[in-house]
């Protein structure tokens, strides 16, 4: 049986490299723009180009529940979340999929030198799993992991 082996299993391979920011200074309404527009649910914020938070479809959800509340006039600051899940680029894929799971974060935002590169989301998960399982070799090694070797399928 040939074995499909990853030589680099990194979240560089699965992460969103293509990622929307946001100013910590802006309107709720432009940040709730922008994940309509782009049918996203995480946005990093950024001072100064520093992530210093981030903002999710739901942040937004509960303030636009607040009564009185414009989303014009509050800020992302004001609605994000300041400690955000971060990995650096190389981080591998089962750590960080193994943290948003233990901690229940919605993404884990990908930094190289101190910059925003990428973005890894339970979506981009779900997408990694499938790409993993797709493979029959994978499913098979899967298989013997979970049954006992004499209920092994024929590969």
Do not use: W
Request: glycine letters at 6%; proline letters at 6%.
């Amino acid at each position: 049986m040939s074995m499909v082996i990853m030589r680099d299993d990194s979240i560089d391979h699965f992460m969103t490299p293509a990622v929307h920011t946001i100013g910590s200074d802006r309107p709720l309404r432009e940040a709730h723009a922008l994940m309509g527009k782009f049918r996203i649910r995480h946005l990093p914020v950024l001072e100064g180009g520093r992530l210093v938070g981030l903002i999710s479809e739901r942040d937004l959800a509960i303030v636009e529940t607040l009564p009185s509340v414009s989303l014009d006039e509050v800020q992302v600051d004001d609605a994000m979340t300041s400690e955000v899940y971060a990995v650096e680029r190389g981080t591998p894929l089962a750590e960080v999929a193994s943290q948003m799971a233990r901690h229940r974060y919605g993404s884990a935002v990908v930094m190289e030198n101190g910059k925003v590169c990428g973005i890894f989301t339970a979506i981009d998960a779900l997408r990694s799993l499938d790409f993993l399982l797709s493979s029959p070799e994978v499913r098979h090694v899967l298989h013997a992991a979970m049954i006992p070797a004499q209920g092994l399928p024929p590969a």
